[in-house]
């Protein structure tokens, strides 16, 4: 029986799949972490929402210090708007 790409019952039970979950890392959560902060900044739809989401971020960078600031890379996002 051949499977399709888009069988969810069977991703969800394949062997990949579980390995992909046995594997997955805190590095990885980090990352989604970070890209849904700034996927976030990006599309908020106001100021506040923006100082919100600019709070979270700085909270994240006191937890983790010795990673590049997220603060820094959201607030460039918004440089190329300044000019």
């Given at each position: 029986m051949t499977r399709t790409l888009f069988d969810a019952d069977f991703a969800a039970t394949s062997d990949l799949a579980t390995h992909s979950r046995r594997t997955a890392t805190v590095a990885d959560a980090d990352a989604a972490y970070r890209a849904d902060l700034v996927?976030?900044?990006?599309?908020?739809?106001?100021?506040?929402?923006?100082?919100?989401?600019?709070?979270?971020?700085?909270?994240?960078?006191?937890?983790?210090?010795?990673?590049?600031?997220?603060?820094?890379?959201?607030?460039?996002?918004?440089?190329?708007?300044?000019?």
């Open positions: 996927t976030r900044y990006v599309t908020a739809d106001s100021w506040e929402a923006e100082l919100k989401i600019l709070a979270e971020a700085v909270r994240y960078d006191k937890q983790h210090p010795d990673e590049l600031p997220l603060y820094d890379e959201m607030h460039g996002t918004r440089i190329g708007q300044a000019a």
